[in-house]
C-alpha cells in the first residue's frame, strides 16, 4: 500500500519477490491521505489523512485487507492533522499523533498549545479510543516499544522526543531526550 497525497489515494502494490508494481487498484478514505501501518498479520492496516490545513476534524481510516479487493471499512474522526499513525508490535494497538493546531499561530482560531497522542484498542478492522494525551508541539510521530509499554513521540517544536509508558488504559509522560536539532523522522527495528 502506498499512500498518494497529491490525489487522495491509496495505491495497492503488487510485490513478487524483488518486484514491485501498481496494481492499478486504489482506495479513496479521505483529504490528503498520509502515514499508514500495516497490522503484523497482514490482515488490516490504518492510515492517517491530513485533511485541507484548515482547522477541521481529520480522520484516520482502516483498512480490510483479506476482502477482495481490499477495501476501506470505516472511517474515525481523530482531530487536527494526524500526522503519524503507529501500531504496538502485537497489532493490538494504534497511536494517533495530532498537530491539533500546534503549529498555527497564536491567534489563529483553529491554534493549540500543545498536540495530542490518541490510542486505540485494534479488534479486527474496528478501532475503540482507549485514551488521549497531550504532547508536544508540531508533533511528527511515534515508536512503540517491543513489549508495547512505551512509546516514543516526536516533537518538532521542542526538539525532543517524548516518552510515554503505556498499560493499556492510560499514556503518560515519563521522561523526555533533548535533542539538537527538530526530530522528524523515525522507525525503530522489532526483534
Known amino acids: ?10 495505491s495497492l502494490l503488487s510485490v513478487d519477490g524483488n518486484k514491485v508494481e ?6 479513496v478514505g479521505g483529504f490528503r491521505p498520509y502515514s499508514i501501518v500495516v497490522g503484523p498479520k497482514g490482515d488490516y492496516a490504518v492510515f492517517g489523512n491530513q485533511g485541507g490545513g484548515q482547522g477541521d476534524i481529520d480522520q484516520i481510516n482502516v483498512v480490510d485487507l483479506k476482502s ?5 471499512v470505516d472511517a474515525i474522526a481523530v482531530g487536527q492533522t494526524p500526522e503519524g499513525v503507529s501500531m504496538s508490535p502485537d497489532g493490538s494497538y494504534v497511536a494517533v499523533v495530532l498537530h491539533n493546531g500546534s503549529p498555527r499561530a497564536k491567534n489563529h482560531p483553529a491554534y493549540n498549545d500543545h498536540g495530542l497522542m490518541r490510542i486505540f484498542k485494534v479488534d479486527g478492522t474496528k478501532l475503540t479510543l482507549v ?7 508540531w508533533a511528527q510521530g511515534s515508536v512503540w516499544s517491543n513489549d508495547g509499554k512505551t512509546i516514543v513521540v516526536q516533537a518538532t517544536h521542542e526538539k525532543e522526543l517524548q516518552v510515554f509508558s503505556f498499560d493499556g488504559k492510560e499514556a503518560k509522560m515519563t521522561g523526555t531526550v533533548k535533542l539538537n536539532s527538530s526530530p522528524v523522522g523515525m522507525r525503530t527495528a522489532l526483534q
Request: cysteine-free; aromatic content about 4%.
Open 22 to 27: 501498481d496494481s492499478k487498484k486504489f482506495m
Open 68 to 72: 477482495n479487493p481490499p477495501r476501506v
Open 1 to 10: 500500500m502506498l499512500t498518494r497525497d497529491g490525489d487522495h489515494r491509496v
Open 131 to 137: 485514551t488521549t494525551a497531550k504532547i508536544g508541539t
